[in-house]
């Protein structure tokens, strides 16, 4: 029968990933005739525990390159986007939200603009989605096997055959000690 000791450790106690698609808006100073370009850069977020959910604030910077004056000039705007999601993590059976726990988000799918378009009012739109997972960290119990015997220990010989004695027997001067003591 064997024995079982627990240890605590830390380990991902919950895990998961979430898809988000939202539409944003954004006023330029002159009517644009076409959008030339959308890019997403600087994309900061952090995790927090809020209850039983998980939630995490970030914030990127929309970069949008657009011609205006009938294609006969070209600017860029520039929008900072602050999100804040929530996240329903499920947890192990015994996981323990309330203790002391580390929120670990990993961008799964970077920001990226899926769709820009202008409105009559010369408003641009613009699509961004972004995949985010979330790993929490905490304190869990693993139940190990102990076994109460040692096992037990081998018996090494060396490998030496007659032949070396033999030889060992024939280097050794006996009359060694009996030597230096007379010097």
Not at 9 to 20: D, L, V
């Amino acid at each position: 029968m064997a024995i079982y000791k627990e240890i605590v450790t830390k380990a991902i106690i919950g895990k998961g990933k979430k898809y988000f698609k939202n539409n944003y808006s954004i006023d330029v100073d002159s009517k644009p005739t076409t959008v030339l370009g959308c890019w997403i850069i600087n994309h900061k977020f952090s995790g927090f525990k809020s209850g039983t959910k998980i939630g995490v604030n970030g914030s990127y910077d929309v970069n949008i390159w657009y011609s205006y004056d009938n294609d006969s000039k070209t600017t860029v705007v520039s929008k900072q986007i602050d999100y804040s999601e929530m996240f329903n993590v499920k947890t192990k059976a015994d996981a323990d939200l309330t203790g002391d726990t580390d929120i670990i988000v990993r961008t799964l799918s970077q920001p990226n603009c899926t769709k820009v378009d202008i409105d009559g009012s010369g408003k641009i739109n613009f699509d961004v989605e972004k995949e985010l997972g979330v790993e929490i960290v905490g304190e869990t119990k693993v139940k190990i096997a102990i076994e109460e015997e040692e096992e037990p220990w081998d018996d090494l010989e060396d490998e030496v055959t007659e032949e070396d004695l033999q030889a060992i027997d024939e280097e050794v001067n006996e009359e060694y000690i009996d030597s230096s003591v007379n010097q």
